[in-house]
């Protein structure tokens, strides 16, 4: 990507006005090196609304809003199911693209994005806003640099409580088409992607994934028993039933100590059989910060024509997971995967 570096405000645009919106739309509003320039809702009174409290152009039609050419970023906050079309279409108009997770529900539609955004010459990035935090920042780095060791056993719990009536308040939740996934394929995936990211790839795993409670096509729990790469073994444990929480916990266990990650703080840290007194860290919300971080940072990386902090590569490891759990759920067998070389990269639609 050659987008030449300019002082000038990075201009985005918004595609779906809902919940989610407000979050990109205000991390756009208190970045000084960006600015919201139009809106797009296939509801025309939601786009209204809307544009009127952030002050930006509506457009009932994503097309003309794409034919912008004073857009520089659209953030895609629409259901899952339709993120793999909409991101397309952007960056075939020579928009860089921002989505939501999950950023596609298959991989054939995640791949094709990549390709196109390659094709195009637009950077494409995903939100992942845990990894963000200090404490997960620091948790890598100390992981990386082999302070806790070979590693054993790397977990990831998600614990929290979606009723019924969560699922029926709109008719694309629970449901394979537009939803491509239910406890962990939208609620787990952050813990998912940071399991991966500071455990390592997975090599294979074995899943359990069904509705329990809830009356839905998608699952309400989800397990996974993983084999990384590295030679540690796993555990992925989530649902939308517990009355308990919410809980996000990732717990990494090493030949020389152990760490657990609440909420995005670190709360437990044994190295060589003493705690460790850890850093004072900058305070961090996963929402709104980690959003409000992506998002200067994807402002900084057009400015600047680099990568972002998150490219849409980095969305393959989380989708794979949860695909590979659905489908040993579905089959009953273990699903191994090929190595992360060859998996992101070598002969595969985005070999770079």
Not at 164 to 190: E, F, K, L, P, V
Request: proline share 5%.
């Amino acid at each position: 990507m050659t987008t030449p570096v300019t002082a000038q405000p990075v201009r985005f645009g918004l595609i779906g006005c809902g919940i989610i919106a407000d979050i990109h739309a205000k991390g756009i509003q208190e970045t000084p090196e960006a600015e919201l320039t139009a809106v797009y809702d296939f509801v025309p009174e939601t786009a209204a609304r809307f544009g009127q409290t952030y002050s930006a152009a509506v457009y009932e039609s994503l097309e003309e809003m794409l034919a912008r050419d004073d857009l520089d970023v659209v953030c895609i906050c629409t259901p899952s199911g339709l993120h793999a079309g909409q991101a397309v279409q952007a960056a075939k108009a020579g928009k860089h693209v921002f989505v939501e997770k999950p950023m596609a529900i298959t991989m054939a539609d995640l791949d094709d994005m990549i390709r196109v955004s390659r094709e195009n010459g637009v950077l494409l990035s995903t939100v992942f806003p845990r990894r963000m935090s200090p404490a997960a920042r620091y948790a890598r780095e100390l992981i990386r640099e082999g302070r806790l060791g070979k590693l054993s056993l790397c977990s990831g719990y998600v614990n929290i409580y979606r009723s019924q009536d969560y699922y029926d308040s709109a008719g694309w939740r629970g449901t394979w088409a537009m939803d491509g996934g239910g406890a962990m394929m939208n609620q787990g995936i952050h813990t998912v992607d940071l399991l991966q990211w500071l455990a390592g790839p997975v090599a294979s795993l074995y899943g359990k994934a069904k509705a329990v409670l809830r009356d839905i096509e998608v699952e309400d729990t989800a397990v996974s028993v993983l084999q990384f790469e590295n030679g540690a073994l796993g555990l992925l444990e989530i649902t939308t039933t517990a009355h308990l929480g919410p809980v996000h916990r990732i717990e990494i266990h090493g030949e020389r100590g152990s760490l657990v990650i609440e909420d995005d703080d670190i709360v437990a840290l044994k190295i060589d059989g003493e705690p460790v007194e850890l850093p004072e860290f900058e305070p961090f919300k996963v929402i709104p910060d980690g959003h409000r971080i992506q998002i200067r940072d994807m402002a900084l990386a057009v400015r600047e024509g680099r990568e972002s902090i998150v490219p849409g590569t980095e969305g393959r490891h989380s989708l794979e997971i949860i695909l590979g759990t659905y489908e040993s759920a579905r089959t009953g067998k273990e699903i191994a995967f090929q190595s992360a070389p060859a998996r992101y990269f070598a002969g595969s639609p985005i070999q770079p």
